[in-house]
């Protein structure tokens, strides 16, 4: 990111990209209808748009620039966050272009380069491109190869070519180290951008916020002070259609591995020197790898896994996650993952990290908490058994906001403590409107900023813990699988994980 952008970031000053055409490979799925177009409406109502801009679709289906347009035009009804106003959509409308083509095959990237050089004049886009990649990750590489040999990636002429690519960024560090190595040879490292779209939630981007701008709480951010860190995305949902995919991946490469990985990177990382890009991401790289891989004997004492059997969720019968469609009658696959992990730095040495996510949980949560030490008690001896520590939450999803808790005297004649919470949320902004969690990565990569983007040494450093235990999974499968019911917050392994250590998991009231 460069220096401009970097003070366009911290100030906060919103400017409509620069002129470009954004090209969605895969356009016929879900992700383009659901999210990227929603999400491209909404920074066009919100002037974050420029007048230059083209979207062209590129996928297998055979259909026209007017079908797709008419296509989009029913899915926006369906799937805008927002009432859509006529004008504004037949502006984006009128910029939508489809080309039929085939993922692996020269001429159809002979035939993208026509259209662009046509769609470039017409709409004024300056050779700026922005190549999406919402297809599976077997096209990642093969995309990235037919970009270069047909000349679509050169930045010679003048305009920038970047390229955003989805996850699943490889399945275990050998498979990471060969896709990045792959793209390296045809892309620079500043043209690529691994997108999370976790790091697009309001929260998380608040996260370095609310520890570099408030002096209160950065001199008490660290092992003196902080007894444990606690990380938790909890779903109430199964795999839905999602079974073949699933399948393949589990909780731990689903959602710890990338997301949860990268939470915890931005609350345990040292101040950057400035929010240029490679400044924070520099950071984020030194926490990850400061996280020692466990070994094997580790990963039996210090990590669990579940699989949810048939109960009761929001008051709903829920199946089995063997019993989901296409799912196997005898899958070994985790949908529950719990993990206590040690950050081995000066900061954070003996301070443990406790990370956990599932599916078919009681409740939907994303939350941070972080616990910090208790005080000494002798001040109240004999006037109460146990002061609780004081908490910060930190809640990403679905009610975004902070929480402090403290102590305070309940008034009467005795001393009689409560907790009281200091709480915060986004609702108190005002009312907001509804996003897609694409807006904001959308304009970033537009404008050149990386910062919220996956880095090929971050990707390899998160691959680096999380491999060694996907390994011993692998060679000692699971013998109680299921573990816990739907409904539940997983199996009681995972409580006894912390319990160990005389903590507990902290449950929102």
């Not at 679709?57 to 259909?63: C, D, S, T």
């Not at 008490?220 to 949902?237: G, P």
């Not at 048939?310 to 799912?327: I, L, M």
């Not at 090929?456 to 999974?473: C, F, Q």
Request: charge should be neutral; proline fraction near 7%.
């Amino acid at each position: 990111m460069s220096a401009a952008v970097a003070t366009h970031a911290l100030a906060g000053v919103a400017r409509a990209s620069g002129p470009c055409t954004i090209v969605i490979f895969g356009a016929a799925g879900d992700l383009t209808k659901r999210k990227l177009v929603p999400a491209l409406y909404n920074l066009l109502a919100n002037g974050l748009l420029p007048k230059e801009l083209a979207v062209v679709g590129v996928a297998r289906k055979e259909m026209g620039h007017e079908q797709f347009r008419e296509d989009l035009t029913r899915d926006m009804a369906e799937f805008a966050t927002r009432p859509v106003d006529p004008a504004l959509w037949a502006q984006l409308r009128g910029a939508l272009y489809y080309m039929p083509g085939e993922f692996a095959e020269g001429p159809s990237y002979r035939a993208l380069a026509d259209l662009l050089a046509d769609v470039g004049r017409r709409h004024g886009t300056g050779g700026n491109v922005l190549f999406y990649l919402a297809v599976p990750p077997e096209f990642f590489g093969e995309i990235a190869r037919q970009l270069h040999a047909a000349g679509l990636a050169d930045e010679t002429d003048g305009g920038w070519r970047r390229v955003i690519i989805e996850k699943p960024f490889g399945r275990d560090l050998d498979s990471a180290r060969a896709l990045n190595a792959e793209i390296a040879r045809v892309l620079d490292e500043p043209q690529v951008y691994r997108i999370d779209h976790y790091l697009g939630k309001e929260t998380v981007q608040n996260i370095m916020v609310f520890r570099f701008a408030n002096g209160l709480f950065e001199p008490i951010w660290n092992r003196r002070y902080i007894d444990h860190v606690q990380l938790t995305v909890a779903e109430t949902v199964g795999v839905e259609d999602r079974g073949p995919y699933y399948e393949t991946a589990g909780v731990l490469r689903d959602m710890i591995q990338n997301h949860m990985f990268q939470l915890l990177a931005l609350v345990a990382m040292e101040p950057p020197g400035s929010f240029d890009a490679d400044a924070v991401r520099d950071e984020k790289v030194k926490v990850l790898k400061s996280i020692r891989p466990l070994q094997p004997e580790a990963v039996l004492q210090r990590t669990v896994r579940g699989q949810y059997d048939r109960g009761v969720v929001n008051g709903k019968p829920a199946p089995a996650y063997r019993a989901e469609s296409k799912v196997s009658p005898t899958s070994a696959t985790e949908t529950f993952a719990a993990l206590k992990l040690d950050v081995e730095n000066w900061r954070w040495a003996g301070v443990p990290f406790y990370v956990r996510s599932g599916k078919r949980l009681a409740h939907r949560s994303t939350e941070i908490v972080i616990q910090f030490r208790r005080p000494p008690l002798l001040l109240f001896e004999g006037a109460i058994d146990e002061i609780e520590p004081n908490r910060l939450v930190l809640r990403i999803q679905p009610d975004e906001g902070i929480e402090i808790q403290m102590k305070a005297k309940r008034p009467g004649p005795t001393v009689s403590l409560e907790t009281v919470k200091l709480d915060f949320s986004y609702r108190d902004f005002g009312e907001s409107s509804a996003a897609t969690g694409y807006e904001r990565l959308l304009y970033d990569a537009m404008i050149g900023d990386g910062t919220l983007f996956h880095r090929s040494d971050m990707v390899e450093a998160a691959w680096r813990i999380a491999t060694p235990i996907l390994d011993v999974w692998q060679t000692l499968p699971p013998r109680d699988f299921p573990n816990y019911p739907a409904g539940s917050m997983g199996p009681a392994t995972a409580d006894a994980l912390i319990e160990r250590d005389g903590r507990k998991w902290w449950t929102p009231a």
